[in-house]
């Protein structure tokens, strides 16, 4: 028999050419609920209702990618049994896949708001309440296309700028949120668009909370000018103890 192959060496290569893919995808992933949150709070700005439905299709292809990457990842650990610090950074890819796909879900909501199918028996928001939504989806769709530059570069500063701008963002959502009550209080005829606004308002907020959460991973990593291969294993690393 001719000689053993170099498992090590070749399952090293291997395991960094599939872990790279996976990072691929899941920026591009990224990309798609990007689209998803800027086409979803146009909608309910404008109340678009072809806008509307065009998230509601593309929800599908969100989904697809949330399975893709969970088999892929199950898959990668299955061939190539990682040793623990390997496991981590694939299962943290996974996490912030998951962060991706409720971001898709909150783009969601706000679609079938358009569409009448939220079940709250609103309508159109008036000037005002657009407006405010248009503000709050500017920040929170912001903070998610610098989350995506992040997690593609894999660079703790961007990251850190998308953790700084959630305080902005729950700030603006607050005084959003008490204009909104005002103006349901002034006239109790606006209560029914007040509460699904509220509703919308809550999602663009919940989607800069999402977008932190990945950003926190990348800011772990600290070494953005690396190869995706060898910062995402960092990501969930200890810091080495103190001199």
Request: glycine share 8%; charged share 30%.
């Amino acid at each position: 028999m001719g000689e053993a192959p170099d498992i090590e060496g070749h399952t090293s290569r291997a395991f960094d050419d599939e872990l790279s893919g996976l990072h691929v995808r899941v920026v591009e992933m990224g990309g798609l609920v990007l689209l998803q949150v800027q086409e979803a709070a146009a909608a309910y700005a404008d109340w678009d209702h072809a806008a509307a439905r065009r998230v509601l299709e593309r929800e599908r292809t969100v989904n697809a990618f949330d399975a893709e990457v969970d088999e892929r990842a199950l898959g990668l650990i299955a061939r190539r049994q990682p040793m623990a610090s390997d496991l981590r950074t694939v299962i943290a890819l996974a996490k912030v896949v998951t962060e991706f796909e409720r971001i898709g879900d909150e783009a969601k909501k706000v679609a079938l708001t358009v569409l009448g199918r939220a079940g709250r028996g609103g309508g159109r928001p008036g000037f005002a309440t657009a407006r405010d939504a248009r503000h709050l989806a500017r920040l929170a769709v912001n903070m998610v296309r610098l989350t995506l530059e992040a997690l593609d570069r894999l660079d703790p500063q961007v990251a850190a700028q998308v953790v700084s701008l959630d305080r902005e963002l729950d700030d603006e959502y607050t005084d959003g949120l008490r204009r909104l009550m005002t103006r349901a209080m002034e006239d109790s005829r606006n209560f029914a668009v007040a509460l699904e606004a509220a509703f919308v308002l809550k999602s663009m907020e919940r989607v800069g909370d999402h977008a932190r959460n990945v950003a926190r991973h990348v800011g772990t990593l600290g070494m953005g000018r690396q190869s995706p291969a060898i910062a995402l294993r960092a990501l969930l690393e200890p810091p080495p103890p103190a001199a």
